[in-house]
């Protein structure tokens, strides 16, 4: 492909001046690899404008990541596609971004413009053992696709709560279920990966066959490798109760109360979950919480979540359901199609924090009111001692956190927004808004180090919250098994681990 004074002049507008030459290399570097791709894997390999392309390309849950145009985007449908993608990608030097779910909110983190999209949306098969006990799943599968075929067979498995998440990013992530209590995060349940190293080659990855990348992706993104199937642990798992209930902002002293003892007494009942949104409406001026409310049995006045039902609400859709219905109901309150942030923390457990967090949220939120679609809320979720203390299963995954620091609240804030004009002000607004948060925590000694790195925004060191012993360990894990820096260069999107 021939670059023409005008697309040049273009590129350069878009800021792009100093990494020029760089960027029009990699480009046409990007061409070659694209047409070789396309003699080798045929039609999953579509182009700009061909039909195919562009509904790949739409299906991401933020702007940011949607207005990306790779050069090609693959869609592979099985571990061998995958492997001789890379091996051309490298072969051509040419980088390129992996997407599951395509949940991921900034650009670059699962498509990538003038490069080449690996979508593995087409890696979705799903598989019960004889014994009912492991689920393997394609890594390309979102959440509700999983639970329609497990719900069926009353059967479940760790992992997303909102329908349309991807296999992939979450479980690589570290993973919050609604059944977190009982088994932990995502990541504490996967018994084998089935993984394209960065030389090409394909492996199962489990405690026997390679503990340390084990370990290392079990928190450690996609720094490793590109995973194909998920073999996870599943467990019987009939109707529950679920949903959402709205509460007028008076009662948020009531409502920390009830997550702070929550989050103390989960131990005795891990079949709760409790989220605890902080929501703000524009077009009122005024705050709601919105709280989720779960209990993996069908039992609808369970006595660990009574203090929340105990507070009166404005309307609730708590009902027995199946996971499913749960996920799809969260997928359709957050729907895609906006430009999005966000950003995430963590304190220890404790009620004053909680409402002088809350309070800061609102004190600053004036600064970007009058942004057009604007939707803000700030969410509160327990990281109970009940759900840490399965951090350590199969030899331990790598997020730095331990039932001895007891319990834990993770804090995120969530953005959304149409207009590209207001991106500067809350990007600045949510940073602000994070290092007082941090800061004021640390005041008081209530500070944890770990940053989330699925709710985290691009600017948050997340592999530093890992802590030192951990962060070294995963970067000699990598430099064993990406010693030329595939998934860290060549793959540029997401955080990195060098
Ligand atoms: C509306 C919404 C609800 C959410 N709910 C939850 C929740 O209930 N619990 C929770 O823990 N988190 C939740 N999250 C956070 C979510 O886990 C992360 O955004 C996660 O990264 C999304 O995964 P994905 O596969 O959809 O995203 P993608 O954007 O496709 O992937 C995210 C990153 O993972 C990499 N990746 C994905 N698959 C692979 C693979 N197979 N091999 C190698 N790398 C891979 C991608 O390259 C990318 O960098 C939610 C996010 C949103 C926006
Ligand atoms: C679009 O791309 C697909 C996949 O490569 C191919 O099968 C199809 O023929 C293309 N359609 C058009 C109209 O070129
Ligand atoms: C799950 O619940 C929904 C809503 O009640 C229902 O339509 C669906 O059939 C249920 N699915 C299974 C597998 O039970
Ligand atoms: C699932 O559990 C329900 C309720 O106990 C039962 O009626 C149904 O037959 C079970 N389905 C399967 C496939 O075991
Ligand atoms: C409910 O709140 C009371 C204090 O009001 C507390 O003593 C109790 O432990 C809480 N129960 C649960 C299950 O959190
Ligand atoms: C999630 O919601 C979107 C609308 O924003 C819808 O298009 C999509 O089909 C839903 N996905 C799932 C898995 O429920
Ligand atoms: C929106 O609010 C900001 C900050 O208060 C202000 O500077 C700006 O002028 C306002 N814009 C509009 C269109 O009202
Ligand atoms: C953070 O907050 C939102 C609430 O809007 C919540 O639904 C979501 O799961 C959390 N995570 C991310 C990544 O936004």
């Not at 991921?104 to 999209?117: H, K, L, W």
């Not at 006045?301 to 109901?329: G, K, M, Q």
């Amino acid at each position: 492909m021939k670059w023409t004074a005008t697309a040049l002049l273009l590129l350069a507008l878009l800021g792009r001046g100093e990494s020029l030459e760089v960027d029009v290399a990699s480009i046409s570097k990007c061409s070659v690899a694209c047409t070789e791709l396309a003699l080798a894997l045929r039609d999953k390999v579509s182009l700009p404008q061909n039909s195919t392309y562009e509904l790949e390309d739409f299906q991401y849950w933020s702007n940011q990541q949607s207005s990306q145009r790779p050069t090609c985007r693959v869609t592979p449908s099985c571990a061998e596609d995958v492997s001789l993608t890379l091996t051309i990608l490298k072969a051509n030097n040419c980088q390129f971004a992996v997407k599951s779910g395509g949940h991921a909110s900034f650009a670059g983190a699962s498509n990538i413009d003038g490069a080449v999209t690996i979508d593995l949306r087409n890696l979705n098969e799903l598989v019960v053992s004889e014994s009912k006990t492991e689920v393997s799943v394609g890594a390309g599968m979102v959440w509700s696709s999983v639970y329609l075929e497990l719900d069926a067979r009353n059967l479940s498995v760790v992992g997303g709560r909102s329908g349309a998440i991807g296999v992939g990013g979450l479980t690589l992530g570290g993973g919050i279920s609604f059944f977190s209590g009982r088994y932990g995060w995502a990541c504490d349940n996967v018994n084998n990966y089935e993984v394209v190293f960065a030389d090409g080659s394909i492996h199962d990855v489990n405690e026997k066959s390679f503990p340390d990348l084990y370990f290392a992706l079990r928190g450690g993104g996609n720094n490793f490798g590109i995973v194909t199937r998920f073999d996870l642990a599943s467990f019987e798992q009939g109707k529950m109760l679920g949903g959402q209930t709205l509460y007028t902002a008076d009662n948020m002293p009531a409502l920390n109360t009830a997550l702070y003892n929550f989050n103390i007494n989960h131990y005795k009942d891990p079949y709760g979950a409790v989220i605890l949104a902080y929501v703000y409406v524009p077009a009122e001026g005024i705050f709601l919480a919105s709280v989720d409310l779960e209990y993996g049995k069908p039992e609808s006045n369970p006595a660990i979540l009574a203090n929340f039902t105990a507070i009166p609400s404005i309307e609730t859709t708590a009902r027995i359901t199946n996971l499913t219905d749960l996920t799809i109901e969260l997928n359709s309150t957050q729907p895609s199609g906006f430009r999005e942030t966000f950003w995430v923390f963590m304190v220890h457990n404790d009620v004053q924090i909680l409402t002088d967090i809350q309070a800061l949220f609102a004190s600053q939120i004036p600064a970007i009111a009058n942004a057009s679609g604007l939707l803000p809320a700030l969410v509160m979720q327990p990281i109970s001692t009940a759900i840490t203390s399965h951090f350590t299963s199969n030899g331990g995954n790598a997020l730095g956190i331990t039932a001895a620091d007891g319990a834990l609240l993770l804090i995120n804030i969530s953005i959304a927004w149409t207009d590209i004009a207001d991106d500067d002000r809350i990007m600045e607004f949510a940073a602000n808004f994070i290092s007082s948060g941090v800061a004021l925590a640390k005041s008081r000694n209530l500070a944890h180090r770990y940053i989330y790195q699925n709710y985290a925004a691009a600017p948050q060191d997340v592999f530093t919250g890992y802590g030192p012993i951990n962060k070294a360990r995963l970067q000699a894990i990598h430099q064993k098994y990406d010693p030329t820096n595939v998934f860290t260069k060549l793959q540029p999107g997401y955080f990195k681990i060098n």
